[in-house]
């Protein structure tokens, strides 16, 4: 999803030197290990991640009160090493083959080294957003953490599980994908000294961004443009994985459908190729799909006026051209 990204938002304007910094930043981190480590950090760190958590952080930090980048990049670096750290345990759990086109580090490896490699990174971010001797972010993270915890708990216990409504399905995206957007802004934020009703404002943004994001991301998972056009996610991976996304949980409230659906799930214990093909037609019978993108263009609007009440915030144009960017990708799936 996005992969475009960088090139369409950042290559042209003041964020291209930040961004640089950073890849330096991680690419630094990076070498100064040797052996499994700099192997797993770089297949880990150096894939070609979007940065789009980062990148929203940065954004927020670099405000009237804030602009030395040299204080500010480390926290960058946090915040996707917290990032990273939470797909490796997630692609542990779904047994996932393949990250960013690159085989998972428990399949190159195993299972034990990909958790102490999750794990190390999951401190190292604590370790140095500790260093900003500052306890709010300190209780940010802490609290984020919990939630990501929460996130895989919750979806472990939900696959294949049919009669999850939509107030389950935002809980979850809450804890997995929303928290870590609202987090990168929050802590932007802080270091740039905003008022407590800026910062929290940028929580809820972070929020609603984050929930479009998924869902845009859930219906990429189902479309089959996905094989051609290098997103970076295989197609109907959540749903191999048993993971029910929103479109589903929408065509679901068709009896019949969810007759079908329960069929091929019930009478097969892997859900292949074939039985994922069959899922994805049975929501494509439903409206589904038109249901879900007027979610994704609520929860951008949402976003938007948002930044609208921003007081004392110099990048709003920032902020708004990330909304747009998503907004025009969800338009051009399915």
Same mark, same amino acid.
């Given at each position: 999803?996005?992969?475009?990204? !960088? !090139? @369409?938002?950042?290559?042209?304007?003041?964020?291209?030197?930040?961004?640089?910094?950073?890849?330096? %930043?991680l690419q630094n981190f990076v070498s100064g290990?040797?052996? /499994?480590?700099?192997?797993?950090? #770089?297949?880990?760190?150096? @894939?070609?991640?979007?940065?789009?958590?980062?990148?929203?952080?940065? *954004?927020?930090?670099?405000?009237?009160? +804030?602009?030395?980048?040299?204080? *500010?990049?480390?926290?960058?670096?946090?915040?996707?090493?917290? +990032?990273?750290? #939470?797909?490796? +345990?997630?692609? /542990?759990i779904d047994k996932s083959l393949y990250r960013r086109g690159k085989t998972t580090i428990h399949n190159i490896y195993d299972k034990d080294i990909a958790r102490y490699v999750a794990d190390y990174l999951f401190t190292y971010a604590f370790y140095i957003l500790n260093s900003y001797n500052n306890y709010q972010i300190l209780k940010e993270i802490s609290q984020t953490a919990q939630l990501l915890v929460f996130g895989e708990f919750d979806q472990i216990k939900t696959k294949k599980l049919l009669d999850q409504d939509e107030e389950l399905y935002f809980k979850k995206i809450n804890e997995k994908t929303a928290s870590l957007f609202s987090f990168s802004c929050v802590i932007g934020g802080i270091l740039s000294n905003l008022n407590n009703e800026d910062i929290e404002k940028l929580r809820k943004f972070g929020k609603y961004l984050g929930f479009a994001f998924q869902i845009n991301d859930d219906l990429i998972d189902i479309n089959i443009k996905t094989r051609k056009e290098g997103y970076d996610k295989p197609h109907g991976n959540d749903l191999k994985q048993g993971n029910i996304t929103l479109p589903l949980i929408y065509a679901l409230k068709n009896k019949e459908i969810k007759e079908e659906v329960k069929k091929v799930i019930e009478n097969n214990e892997a859900i292949n190729e074939e039985n994922t093909g069959k899922i994805i037609?049975?929501? %494509?019978?439903?409206? #589904?799909?038109? /249901?879900? !993108?007027?979610? /994704? %263009?609520?929860?951008?609007?949402?976003?938007?006026k948002i930044i609208k009440n921003l007081s004392n915030f110099k990048n709003k144009d920032k902020l708004f051209e990330i909304c747009d960017i998503l907004l025009n990708y969800s338009k051009s799936v399915n």
């Open positions: 999803m996005l992969n475009n990204f !960088k !090139k @369409s938002f950042f290559l042209n304007n003041e964020f291209k030197e930040i961004l640089k910094e950073l890849e330096n %930043y290990f040797d052996g /499994i480590l700099k192997e797993t950090f #770089s297949n880990a760190i150096l @894939s070609g991640g979007k940065r789009i958590r980062p990148t929203l952080f940065l *954004i927020c930090a670099q405000n009237e009160n +804030h602009d030395n980048t040299d204080y *500010i990049i480390p926290a960058a670096a946090a915040i996707e090493f917290l +990032h990273t750290a #939470s797909l490796i +345990h997630d692609d /542990i037609n049975l929501i %494509y019978k439903t409206n #589904s799909i038109k /249901i879900v !993108k007027r979610k /994704i %263009y609520y929860y951008i609007n949402e976003a938007k």
